[in-house]
């Protein structure tokens, strides 16, 4: 995971002394994640079910996932072996995004999307 990978509000993992922790990025974290860049430290937190949850998702069939986030868009999410492939359901189609596999990834495309934070329910 590289520093320009991550925005103010994205959640990530940390391992500085030896005890990993997750933990959102504030303004005054980005200049030490960008200085250090280093893989060992700052990782990307996997996307789970779990995550969907926490960030408003709801289960709609055995393995998909939907968030509503405006009158006329929506998130479909179905899980393939340890991805997420995410659709965006419009009033005329669905599009087919993109495999998500961290956080961070799903938190920035949706922010890309909407121009809003996307945050813990």
Known sequence: MKS???RIGNWIKSDPYGS????IIYPEDMSK??????DSIYKPIPLTEEWLLKFGFYQE???DY???FSDKYAFYVSQYNSLFKFYLDTDTCVIELFHIKH???LQN????LTNEELTIK
């Open 61 to 63: 069939k055995d393995d």
């Open 20 to 23: 990993e922790m997750e933990w």
């Open 103 to 105: 956080v961070h990834q």
């Open 109 to 112: 495309l949706y922010f890309a």
């Open 33 to 38: 994640i960008c200085i250090a860049d280093d």
């Open 4 to 6: 320009n990978e991550l």
């Open 66 to 68: 939907i968030l509503d």
